[in-house]
């Protein structure tokens, strides 16, 4: 075998427990097994993985608990996209019916037979790793503060702030008002004539905005 190995392991992974799945080289599962989402659970599907000898697992996703635990345990992680996972089921007759232990044998007996072609999953450098962590780090932040918290003062109505308008009317005010100050702006930046006439003998006073609008429309 390319890889030196002749058991193959996979991993269908789901948000509270996980299907796994051991294959010899000819494809007879050894092993099929469910683990909790959780440090011990992932611990046993490591421990039961190496003991059955297997070097490669498959999975349908390239990162997450699950992945970190099975790299942690120096074992090669191949993803398999969820896409090529749906075209591999046909091969077994699982068009359709979707079953988590049904997919696990899937990956595992297509990582048997092609996966020569499928590279393993390269752990990521440290600078990587640290702007995760920032991620995920913001992320619960942002969802900590969108959070309402019991017994402090939630902020007043915006639409308060404009006195003697209800809270529907504040939108359309300040739209108004930016587009004013946007307006006068716009008509800072524009030529100004000669005050004292033009090439026509026209006399011209102090230009306006209402003015430069009617030269520029």
Not at 6 to 22: L, M, Q
Not at 46 to 56: L, N, S, T
Not at 81 to 103: F, I
Request: aromatic letters at 6%; one cysteine or more.
């Amino acid at each position: 075998m390319e890889h030196g190995t002749t058991h193959f392991g996979s991993v269908d992974w789901a948000s509270e427990g996980h299907a796994a799945c051991i294959v010899d080289a000819e494809g007879t599962a050894l092993d099929e097994f469910e683990v909790a989402h959780s440090h011990a659970g992932l611990i046993e599907l490591c421990h039961r993985f190496r003991r059955a000898g297997v070097q490669r697992v498959a999975i349908e996703r390239p990162d997450g608990p699950v992945v970190d635990a099975l790299m942690a345990a120096d074992l090669e992680v191949v993803v398999v996209s969820t896409r090529a996972v749906k075209a591999l089921r046909t091969r077994y007759g699982l068009a359709g019916n979707k079953a988590d232990r049904s997919d696990a044998f899937v990956l595992a007996d297509c990582l048997r037979t092609d996966g020569h072609r499928w590279p393993s999953l390269q752990p990521d450098q440290s600078q990587t790793v640290a702007l995760r962590a920032a991620v995920r780090t913001r992320k619960d932040l942002v969802a900590t503060r969108g959070r309402p918290h019991h017994g402090t003062r939630q902020p007043r109505s915006r639409g308060r702030a404009f006195r003697g308008s209800s809270p529907d009317r504040a939108p359309s005010i300040r739209r108004r008002r930016y587009e004013g100050a946007a307006y006068r702006s716009l008509a800072t930046c524009l030529p100004q004539p000669f005050a004292g006439g033009d090439a026509s003998g026209a006399t011209t006073g102090p230009m306006t905005v209402s003015t430069r609008a009617q030269s520029f429309g």
